[in-house]
Each structure stands twice: as C-alpha cells, then as structure tokens.
C-alpha cells in the first residue's frame, strides 16, 4: 500500500515538458489522471498516472513509457516472466509466478515472451 501511495504521488503529477504523441509525433495536451493496475516484484499495484491525446485521437501514458512498463508489469517482472518460460514449460512457469503472487495464464507467458524477448535482451 506504502509502494502504491508513493508510486501514485509521482505518476500523478502533470508533464512540464510539452508531450508528443509517440505514434503521430505532433502534439498532445492533458486528458484525464487514468488509473491502470501494475504487476510488481513487491505485488499488484494501482496507479493513477496522467493520459494525453493527440489531435487524431491517439492517446498516451508517458509516464508508462517513462517507467519501461510492458502492457500491465513492469520491467523486472517481464523479465523474471521471460526467464522462468526459457527454464519451465509455459504452465509451470504461470504455476511459478502465481507463487510469486504474479497472475499470467500460460497462454499469456507465450505471447508475451514472443513479444518481448528482443526487446528485454533475454535469449529465447
């Protein structure tokens, strides 16, 4: 809950700088504050974080991508989940993780190692 609190008072805090929008590059201004749950090492976590938009509708969390957040976990637990479906079969690895109190079905764990194993530099 201490995480979460200090995690929120920080993500909840407006940009300064003017925002870009990461698929069009032109500008964004300041939608709404967006809660989104967050799978950490210390546990699930929600976070009221700041969403802007662009002119054509698209919209951003730059401080997700401040954070290298990984669709709802963060770094470090994308990693552990990329390492655990190299060493086990993808059920195990899920079993594994949900000791961890980190929910990802197996099916989730293959789509996801697919899709970050380049990016996290962890060999498939």
Do not use: N
């Not at 989940?81 to 929910?103: N, P, V």
């Amino acid at each position: 809950m201490f995480l979460e609190m200090c995690v929120s008072q920080q993500a909840g805090e407006k940009v300064s700088e003017p925002v870009s929008c990461p698929e069009c590059h032109t500008a964004c201004s300041a939608l709404r504050l967006q809660q989104k749950d967050f799978s950490t090492l210390c546990g699930e976590i929600g976070i009221c974080r700041w969403v802007y938009q662009c002119e054509q509708g698209h919209r951003s969390a730059p401080w997700d991508l401040e954070q290298e957040l990984l669709d709802r976990y963060t770094r470090r637990v994308a990693e552990m989940m990329c390492r655990l479906a190299i060493q086990l079969d993808f059920r195990e690895a899920a079993d594994e993780l949900l000791r961890q109190s980190i929910e990802a079905s197996h099916t989730t764990l293959h789509q996801k190692v697919s899709e970050w194993s380049a990016d996290l530099d962890v060999p498939e």
